[in-house]
């Protein structure tokens, strides 16, 4: 999980690559399950929830598969992760079921744009709030007007980031900014009408986080975690199969719940020296069980 190649582990200990990875195997499968994990131990979430996917390189596929996990804001703890063939709804019909299965308390999900998320989430979930990311979002109209490369629609943008997504407007002011951008920006352009458009249909899931608290705009704590993974996925080059896939995922998952912080910054700064497990863990409950953990001083 460290990303140790088998041979270096296997010079340490004496044994061939391939010993090594069958203990490797025979270990990983010992493991809890994660969502089993969460369902048993954990309870204490915030319920703000950055849900993305990471594609994953298995055989038999022709291309890339997603994994699709979350991060629980407030604790960084992971409470779900799935591999799917597809980011389809079927998908997020499974991630949101088994959410509302272990009675995660979900008050709102930060996620990108994607429409087969929409539906099973106000499925299982129907009080709950969806923010779109606002990186993501931002950048996408950034690129539609290819404004690295070109002058012609910078006031534009710039007119939009300053009176629609300035943190520190009030959403009246957003609303009159959405106007303001509207009559003096557009100059006849339907490309500038859409995206206006577009941000307006898009209102309140565009800034759904200023309804809670501590609520982030952004995917960016998810991917953090996302480089780390795909560190470690460059490491293993790809699956055998979806069963192995999913064997691995599960042990990363396990690893990073049982892994402590080390370099976390305000406002999360007292996070250094824990474990992710331990934020959202069951004060009442003993210490699972998990092959190679020992219980931390709580």
Same mark, same amino acid.
């Given at each position: ?14 044994? #061939? ?13 010992? =493991?809890?399950?994660? &969502? ?62 088994? =959410? ?8 709102? /999900? ?21 923010? @779109? ?25 710039? #007119?939009? /980031?300053?009176?629609?997504? !300035?943190? #520190? @407007?009030?959403? !009246? ?7 303001? /951008?509207? &009559? ?7 490309? =500038? ?5 577009? /941000? ?9 986080? &200023? ?23 460059? !490491?293993?080059?790809?699956?055998? #199969? ?15 719940? !049982?892994?402590?912080? &080390? ?13 992710? =497990? ?21």
């Amino acid at each position: 999980m460290d990303g140790d190649p088998f041979r270096s582990l296997g010079n340490a200990q004496g044994l #061939s690559g391939v010993q090594v990875y069958r203990r490797v195997v025979a270990e990983c499968t010992l =493991l809890p399950n994660n &969502t089993e994990l969460s369902k048993e131990y954990s309870t204490r979430w915030s319920g703000i929830l950055n849900v993305d996917g990471k594609y994953v390189k298995v055989k038999g596929y022709e291309k890339k598969i997603p994994f699709i996990w979350c991060v629980d804001f407030l604790t960084h703890d992971f409470p779900v992760g799935i591999l799917a063939e597809s980011e389809s709804s079927a998908a997020f019909e499974k991630l949101f079921s088994v =959410l509302k299965e272990m009675k995660y308390p979900l008050r709102i /999900v930060i996620a990108d744009d994607v429409e087969a998320l929409k539906r099973p989430l106000f499925k299982y979930f129907p009080k709950a709030k969806l923010q @779109l990311c606002h990186v993501h979002y931002i950048e996408n109209i950034r690129q539609l007007l290819h404004i690295r490369t070109q002058k012609k629609y910078h006031h534009f943008f710039n #007119s939009l /980031v300053l009176h629609v997504f !300035t943190d #520190s @407007l009030t959403r !009246t002011e957003r609303e009159e900014g959405i106007d303001h /951008v509207f &009559t003096n920006r557009l100059n006849n352009d339907q490309l =500038l009408l859409d995206i206006i458009q577009d /941000v307006a249909k898009k209102f309140d899931r565009l800034f759904a986080y &200023t309804t809670i608290e501590d609520c982030p705009k952004t995917n960016n704590l998810i991917e953090c975690f996302n480089s780390h993974l795909n560190g470690r996925l460059k !490491t293993v080059k790809g699956f055998q #199969s979806f069963d192995s896939a999913e064997l691995w995922l599960n042990a990363y998952l396990i690893r990073r719940r !049982t892994k402590p912080f &080390t370099d976390c910054n305000a406002p999360f700064k007292h996070f250094n020296g824990k474990m992710p =497990l331990q934020n959202s863990i069951d004060l009442s409950k003993h210490w699972p069980h998990i092959l190679g953990i020992q219980e931390p001083d709580m």
